[in-house]
């Protein structure tokens, strides 16, 4: 390295890591014996990537988020999310989670529900009011804090959904498959918003999907995993820069990458213990 390079990789200041995981490894204890969810897996998230995990059902995909989340404890290897361990994590309100479902009490407008982990928190209502009004139009629900969620569509309820994530505006997102029951075309549309959010806010996104153009088209960093128990085959990193309209997914670059996912899920499938 030359020394006017290194002068400039000492001036630029270091990447920080988010979630750190080295040899994981989840073993569930059930009547019908041991089921290992994940094995030696190894992975390091760093501020703002927005990385994407695909597989096939049963992988562990969902299982890796949850421990991220300290709604599981692993049974070997080691995690850290912000340098804490994940229960010091979720005390410290690191993190949003986004499920399947968009998970609104029905008999809430969709603003109460938004406001719902503020008043937990006890946030005053001033303070809820405030942030309340400001994620819905992050996510482009302004005006349908009213609303119950059965006024408003899937698309919208999941959008409200991510909005309750983001109220209290914790630097990590984990959405498990948030898109997964949309049609084609709303998700496409969803796929767009959430990229437009990403990269207002600077937020590092950890995404559950099964689809391959989806997982390329929205991210930074694609994991691969394998059937269980859950490994990465393969972690690639995608190079399309941060401006993707949809029509990306024609180029040659996005299909090179999808690919390469295609090929890590083929080599997945054909591992031999």
Not at 24 to 33: I, P
Not at 90 to 113: C, D, H, S
Not at 130 to 146: C, H, I, S, T, W
Request: net charge negative.
């Amino acid at each position: 390295m030359s020394a006017a390079a290194e002068r400039v990789a000492e001036a630029a200041p270091p990447v920080e890591t988010v979630i750190e995981a080295r040899g994981l490894d989840l073993t569930f204890q059930t009547a019908d014996g041991p089921v290992q969810a994940l094995r030696d897996v190894n992975l390091t998230i760093r501020k703002g990537d927005f990385v994407s995990f695909i597989g096939p059902s049963g992988c562990g995909k969902t299982t890796f988020l949850r421990v991220v989340a300290a709604l599981e404890e692993p049974t070997g290897g080691s995690i850290t999310v912000n340098g804490m361990s994940p229960d010091e994590a979720r005390r410290a309100r690191a993190y949003g989670y986004v499920f399947q479902a968009a998970g609104l009490y029905p008999w809430r407008t969709i603003e109460k529900n938004v406001k719902l982990p503020l008043e937990i928190m006890g946030y005053d209502r001033a303070e809820q009011e405030r942030r309340a009004k400001n994620v819905l139009e992050l996510v482009d629900l302004a005006g349908f804090g009213k609303k119950y969620p059965w006024q408003l569509s899937g698309g919208m309820q999941q959008r409200a959904s991510i909005a309750r994530a983001l109220a209290f505006d914790a630097d990590l997102l984990l959405m498990d498959e948030p898109f997964g029951a949309l049609d084609e075309i709303v998700r496409d549309h969803l796929n767009e918003q959430l990229l437009a959010l990403w990269r207002r806010t600077g937020k590092t996104i950890g995404f559950v999907t099964h689809s391959i153009p989806e997982a390329v088209y929205l991210s930074t960093k694609i994991v691969v995993m394998s059937p269980r128990p859950g490994r990465i085959t393969d972690v690639i990193e995608s190079d399309l820069g941060p401006d993707r309209p949809l029509d990306i997914r024609d180029t040659p670059e996005f299909l090179a990458i999808a690919h390469r996912v295609r090929e890590g899920l083929r080599a997945g499938h054909a591992y031999d213990d």
